[in-house]
């Protein structure tokens, strides 16, 4: 794709807002603008790019507040104001925001060549929607992410990168806003979020809000409805302490989910209409979901803080739906697997990190010291049947015929399968100021995991070690250079490694995945910190590599699910800006190279390889979004462009390169905002994703149109 360079020298640019990967600490509390007061000014910025989507501090790489430009890892930060320009009700919306990161499948994403489905929510575990669900962002403040390995701080997890979602919280400052909003595709729903003081001496704040969702879809079959509800509470039951406390509700009911792709051919090419959709109008996924949270934030002197955070989860997932399983010889009749399945998760996790700032040798230490523990108990049961022999009729792509009854179906009930998961860690981290100039970060991690199946009484543990260390050089106020070395790992499930009693051919033996990472980075302030710019190269080298079986079609049919091909190396390079160009013009600009391959182990054994590339992993993604300011009509334009070059999926087909523009209209009527989004403006078609080539490709979204109107009072 060629891009004129004068327009992008014009575009302002972006590297999104860095920020608090956790709540504010005591110390922040302290400072929490109440009626009557004052608001004490913590972090200067300047100018209106800097309060749309720019942070001078970040939690995220550390668990400190460390300056920007004294993290020796690379971070980003989606704002809520970047958010709202783009209109982003789903995380699937803003992937263009993130230097080379792209959708996978559902809630999971490429980042760095590698793919990444665990998140976290105000830096702990605790996912409510599950994988299968994408997450919805109308209570999300904003969406930090951690580039690389993270297990030195957060445990295992994939290589690629972390998404941290930082919820809102109950303010003392008064707030209130309704919008309403309404589509193409059927959809509308309406939103409500109020804040504000509850006592006279403004020790307790309340936040309550409200959405719903409803749409239909272009796939066929499909509609769903999405509702939350969230309850906050801010109290300062002492000067040096704050805590938020808070309760969510989910619902999520999904009809004709859970969705696959659609197929294609070796080229690329949808075989059919991107309409097509394997399920019947009577299969559904439907989610609900508890979530309670405490975040205690304690100044327990000058010197040391600690904040400690609590959550506990209860999930319930039920889906009916279709699993397409493989063409017939004529190309177009698609045989059809029929699951009924039932997850049940109860989660619990505390976290808390003690923060020591001293002076020893004559140099500034910030050291930290924590620990975690997250335990999850799960239920799982799958019905299931496949093709004519379970009375389960096929289906035509070309021309779907719907109307089949999942009641007369023949189906087999697997044992109802109940397990627990264990996970502790112990983390040290010192950050050392060594000169005016040198900085240091060494830090040490130490986890235990284990899992148990209940109903077998078996079970399995492990643990590893994860280290990290940076070094940064300031030559000025306004230039950083970091060299960075960090670790990270996954662990298997107990399936993996001691096999499954409901599938013989699912033998165990894989072993956890390690992963190390080495991160050169280069960061610059320019024209009076009007424009940031950020250029890091990285190399990530994973052994053990665990990848789906593009030849598995379900249990008992002579392939294991999962298989270890070796060794995948991802080298690349990522340029991130961030910048003013005028009072009235600023924007994002992401842009990553990544050159993800199979290095070692027997890549000829699996067939998601063309060559050597590692599957979804595109070689470059540009992601530019840019908003200019009318202010004598009160109003301001925003124009998006999302470009992801050529991927293979798991069954080494080819993934199309893709270029979609978006854009956005804001203006203010009284005390009406007013939002006009145009998604896909040019109603491009295009997979988002590959998988393999029995589930297809999944289709990207055609033109949306989304208008809202909200007030504040």
């Known amino acids: 794709m060629k891009i004129n360079k004068i327009s992008l020298a014009l575009i302002a640019l972006g590297f999104s807002s860095y920020s608090l990967a956790q709540q504010e600490s005591a110390t922040q509390a302290r400072n929490i603008e109440k009626p009557g007061e004052e608001s004490v000014e913590i972090i200067k910025v300047k100018g209106r790019a800097s ?9 995220m790489a550390t668990k400190t507040p460390t300056d920007y430009m004294d993290l020796p890892q690379s971070v980003q930060v ?167 406390l808070s309760y969510d509700f989910i619902d999520q009911d999904l009809g004709g989910h859970r969705l696959r792709g659609i197929p294609a051919d070796d080229d690329g ?25 405490a975040i205690i ?14 959550r506990y989860l209860s999930n319930e997932r039920t889906q009916n739906y279709h699993e397409p399983r493989g063409l017939l010889a004529d190309g177009r009749t698609m045989v059809r697997q029929f699951r009924d399945q039932f997850r049940a998760n109860d989660e619990y996790s505390v976290t808390t990190d003690f923060v020591y700032q001293t002076e020893l040798a004559g140099m500034a230490h910030t050291i930290l010291v924590g620990g975690d523990y997250f335990n999850t108990d799960a239920e799982f049961l799958s019905t299931f049947g496949t093709g004519e022999n379970a009375l389960i009729p096929n289906i035509d792509i070309i021309d779907p015929v719907y ?71 300031r030559p000025s106020q306004d230039m950083s250079i970091f060299i960075a070395k960090s670790n990270g790992f996954n662990p298997q499930s107990l399936s993996a490694v001691l096999g499954d009693e409901n599938d013989s051919d699912a033998n165990g033996g894989l072993t956890p995945e390690q992963s190390e990472q080495w991160e050169l980075g280069f960061k610059n302030k320019w024209l009076d910190d009007a424009i940031l710019t950020t250029l890091t190269f990285y190399e990530i080298v994973k052994d053990d590599v665990t990848v789906s079986n593009p030849l598995y079609t379900g249990p008992n049919d002579g392939q294991p699910n999962a298989i270890q091909i070796g060794e995948v190396t991802s080298m690349g390079v990522e340029f ?9 013009w600023t924007g994002t600009f992401s842009y990553a190279y990544n050159d993800a391959k199979i290095t070692g182990g027997a890549p000829n054994s699996i067939s998601n390889a063309v060559g050597t590339e590692f599957v979804n992993a595109p070689d470059h993604t540009l992601g530019i979004w840019t908003r200019y300011d009318f202010p004598s009509i009160a109003s301001a334009f925003a124009l998006g462009v999302d470009y992801v070059s050529e991927r293979i999926s798991f069954s080494g087909q080819d ?59």
Request: charged share 20%; hydrophobic share 35%.
């Open 51 to 59: 309060q749309f989507y720019f942070v001078n501090e970040s939690m």
């Open 78 to 244: 989606l704002s809520r104001q970047l958010l709202e320009d783009q209109a982003a009700r789903e995380t699937s919306d803003v992937y263009r925001s993130i230097s080379g990161m792209t959708q996978f499948s559902y809630s999971g994403v490429t980042a760095r060549g590698f793919r990444q489905d665990q998140v976290r929510y105000d830096g702990v575990q605790g996912d409510p929607y599950g994988g299968f669900s994408i997450p919805q962002l109308f209570n999300i403040e904003r969406i930090e992410v951690l580039k690389g390995p993270s297990g030195m701080l957060y445990g295992s997890g994939q290589p690629g990168g972390l998404l941290n979602y930082v919820t809102k919280k109950a303010k003392f400052e008064s707030n209130r806003e309704v919008a309403l909003f309404l589509g193409n595709f059927d959809t509308y729903g309406i939103s409500a979020d109020l804040t504000g003081t509850i006592d006279e001496d403004s020790k307790l704040a309340y936040r309550v809000g409200g959405f719903h969702q409803t749409a239909s879809s272009y796939r066929n079959n499909v509609e769903g409805e999405n509702s939350l509800l969230s309850f906050g509470l801010t109290w300062l039951p002492l000067e040096n302490m704050v805590v938020n």
């Open 269 to 293: 090419n949808f075989l059919t209409d991107i309409s097509y959709s394997p399920n019947e109008k009577t299969d559904f996924q439907r989610v609900r979901a508890d979530v309670l949270q």
């Open 297 to 310: 934030s304690t100044d327990i002197s000058a010197n040391l803080t600690n904040t400690t955070v609590l």
């Open 403 to 473: 109307g089949a009854d999942p009641s007369t179906y023949i189906l087999t009930t697997g044992s109802l399968r109940e397990s627990g998961i264990e996970r502790t860690g112990f983390y040290l981290q010192d950050q050392i100021s060594l000169t005016d100039h040198w900085q240091a970060i060494v830090g040490m991690r130490y986890d235990q995991f284990k899992e148990k199946n209940i109903t077998n009484d078996i079970s399995y543990s492990d643990s590893d070690i994860s280290p990290r260390f940076g070094l940064i050089y």
């Open 576 to 584: 991130d800006v961030i910048g003013e160009i005028t009072d009235v």
């Open 655 to 713: 993934v199309k390169p893709y270029t979609v523009w978006d854009a956005s209209w804001r203006t203010t009527y009284k005390q009406f905002d007013i939002q006009l989004n145009l998604q896909n403006i040019f109603d491009k078609e295009y997979a988002s994703s590959g998988f393999n080539e029995r589930g297809g490709h999944f289709p990207g979204k055609p033109r949306t149109v989304l208008v809202q109107v909200s007030s504040q009072f």
